[in-house]
């Protein structure tokens, strides 16, 4: 009951929280209800989530557990005391109605569900069949699948009924993974699934059910899944008809697929082989988020998780998501939600470093609630330990409740010491680029002392590369290389004269064999450093021609590398839209149209369609970039901080054609 002395606009807002009928409305009800009882206050009610911001807050809390809280956006001073009790009391009471409406609604929930595997039940089934059919346009297909687990009564017999339990709920990730978002999964016997598919005709209704029978057989490690497909008109067009069509169909099918029950060490041979294919998944990435979603996306393939999802500890003690597979792996809001530490079981992970087993979520009180239709029944959460400090989280979610075994467990954690060993090697790999990039910093401040163009040069050209690569297809380990045969492809210039690189005037033919050299040098230079000796070749290769007319190997085409060749029109580019001792900048539709003049001799025309389209979203040398570029050379570490992301060497072009 309200407290003595509340306002009659509180009590009518109480009286409307409390005849709320579903969690979205009472929520509604009460942000509605706080923003109008206190206006100049601005409170948000906030679900599921842990205060934000300076403001004061109001727990929601009903029968020890926290559902969310009421903040305002600045904070109600003490002596206001009535006006605090007021929003305690909108807070109690919006906790109460709340709880009971969530409450309710897992109650519903699990009236309509099977309780062994999540999925919808069999009344169920049969009235999302009446309904969709009622509801189908003339025009409209909708169809059906029924599937059966071959032999599954050995499974039973052979390994016990726990196991059989274990291969059902894998089955029935593996189905409700296979559908689309307009689609619903039903367990709807001992052994048999079921689809509903609105808006899909015979072939795709095929396409959908083969690909869930492949799902089943390789995550439930049952060798034989039969299935019936019916689709409406086609088929029939009540109930009974479709029905009766797709169970035709399933018994037609039965015994075509191999019957052999799976043997008692199936699942953990599963483990075994999943653990190795991760393992080699995660060798060669270097990328957090890479590292992340690979290990979700097989864990989520490999055994039909409702949900498996990844948590990074950030250093505010915020847990964020970092990749998920599942179906809310499509959802913007979960994939964007943010935990504080202090809440939640992942939360308890987190600051514990202690695994969870959660059999059933609806009796741990740290559980946050998401919606009833897609809470899971229970979840493993498990830490994840880099270079022993806690990086983050492995959570896996299914809906049914006690749906995970130690078997799950022991994978769990053994997926979470794999990711955590590869996320140590990313960083450890980042710390010697890191360093790796000081040096080449210290390079480029040599080279400057020669050649003061040449380091601010390579920033823009590095830029430019970078862009027109990712166009042309690298990534990974080829636009790396990319990036430093950028940076340092001029680098043989440190056994170039110094007065041949700054001469005012055109070179000798004498002087110009000379500076040739550097492409030599530089090669032989990066041979000597183990993680340059794959952008070697790259830098010696930047001067040769795309007609064979190049230095220093004649070098013809396809012959020369890729980054190579882009190099050398980003390089081109850069030096006739700078200004030089010898001549002013020219503008850029000049330059890029010397280049087009030049395409298919000296360069690459794929290059050069592709280097001039990200040209024009890219500052080019010129008046455009030497102001950003003289800056930026003023001291070694803002230039080793361009080359950590992507800054380089070059230097100015040979001679012929007035640089190009």
């Keep these: ?17 409390a005849a709320a009928r579903s969690v979205e409305e009472c929520a509604q009800v009460t942000q509605r209800a706080a923003n109008g009882l206190f206006p100049g206050l601005r409170p948000t009610l906030r679900l599921g989530t842990g205060p934000d911001g300076a403001g004061s807050v109001f727990p929601l809390v009903a029968r020890e557990r926290t559902i969310g809280h009421l903040q305002t956006a600045r904070p109600v001073p003490p002596q206001r005391r009535r006006q605090r009790a007021h929003l305690r009391t909108l807070a109690e009471h919006a906790a109460l109605a709340l709880d009971n409406l969530f409450t309710l609604a897992e109650h519903d929930a699990r009236a309509r569900r099977d309780p062994l595997t999540g999925l919808l039940n069999h009344r169920e089934f049969h009235e999302a069949v009446e309904a969709r059919l009622r509801d189908r346009g003339d025009a409209d297909a909708l169809s059906v699948v029924i599937f059966d687990l071959d032999a599954f009564k050995a499974v039973n017999d052979h390994d016990g009924h726990a196991a059989g339990d274990r291969t059902l709920r894998a089955a029935a990730g593996a189905v409700a993974a296979a559908c689309r978002t307009t689609d619903a999964a039903f367990r709807i016997g001992g052994d048999e699934f079921a689809l509903v598919l609105p808006d899909a005709d015979r072939d795709a209704a095929a396409r959908i059910a083969r690909r869930a029978a492949d799902a089943i057989e390789r995550v439930a490690h049952r060798p034989g899944v039969s299935f019936g497909v019916a ?39 599963s483990r075994l082989a999943v653990a190795a294919r991760l393992a080699t998944k995660l060798a060669p990435l270097d990328d957090p988020h890479a590292i992340a979603q690979t290990a979700v996306d097989e864990l989520h393939s490999a055994f039909g998780f409702f949900l498996a999802v990844i948590q990074r500890l950030d250093a505010d003690r915020v847990l964020r998501v970092v990749a998920a597979a599942g179906p809310l792996a499509r959802d913007d809001a979960f994939l964007a939600h943010e935990q504080p530490v202090q809440e939640g079981v992942n939360g308890r992970v987190a600051r514990t470093g202690q695994p969870a087993a959660i059999p059933d979520t609806t009796l741990d009180p740290d559980y946050l609630r998401r919606d009833p239709r897609s809470d899971p029944g229970s979840e493993l959460s498990l830490p994840i330990f880099v270079d022993n400090a806690i990086w983050g989280v492995l959570n896996l979610e299914q809906l049914a409740t006690h749906a995970f075994g130690d078997d799950d467990l022991l994978l769990a954690d053994a997926v979470a010491a794999q990711v955590g060993a590869a996320l140590h090697r990313a960083r450890l790999t980042s710390e010697l680029e890191s360093s790796f990039a000081t040096t080449l910093g210290i390079l480029a401040d040599v080279l400057e002392t020669k050649d003061a163009y040449t380091a601010d040069h390579a920033d823009e050209v590095a830029k430019l590369a970078l862009s027109a690569g990712r166009d042309l297809g690298l990534a990974g380990a080829d636009l790396r290389a990319l990036r430093y045969c950028a940076m340092l492809h001029d680098i043989g210039k440190i056994g170039v004269r110094s007065d041949i690189l700054t001469k005012p005037g055109r070179l000798t033919p004498s002087e110009f064999e000379e500076i040739k050299e550097h492409s030599a ?16 070749p790259l830098v010696r290769a930047v001067h040769e021609r795309y007609d064979g007319a190049g230095y220093p190997d004649g070098l013809q085409g396809n012959a020369i590398p890729l ?76 230039r080793s901080s361009r080359i950590s992301s992507s800054a380089g060497t070059s230097a100015r072009t040979i001679p012929t054609s007035d640089h190009v």
């Design 563 to 638: 980054p190579s060749r882009i190099v050398a029109v980003c390089d081109a580019l850069h030096a006739m839209t700078s200004d030089r001792p010898y001549r002013r900048a020219r503008p850029r539709d000049v330059a890029l149209a010397e280049l087009r003049r030049c395409a298919g001799t000296q360069f690459d025309p794929w290059v050069v369609d592709a280097v001039a389209q990200a040209a024009t979203g890219v500052s080019v040398g010129g008046a455009e970039g030497s102001a950003a570029a003289t800056a930026a050379a003023s001291s070694r570490a803002r």
């Design 1 to 17: 009951m309200p407290f003595r002395g509340a306002s009659p606009r509180l009590v009518a807002a109480l009286a409307e929280i």
């Design 231 to 269: 689709t409406a008109p086609d088929d029939g067009t009540t109930r009974d008809q479709l029905l009766s069509r797709a169970d035709q169909g399933m018994y037609l099918n039965k015994g075509r697929a191999e019957t052999t029950a799976s043997a008692g060490d199936a699942p953990e041979r």
């Design 521 to 536: 040098i530089g090669d032989a230079l990066l041979k000597r450093i183990p993680l340059l000796s794959d952008v070697a």
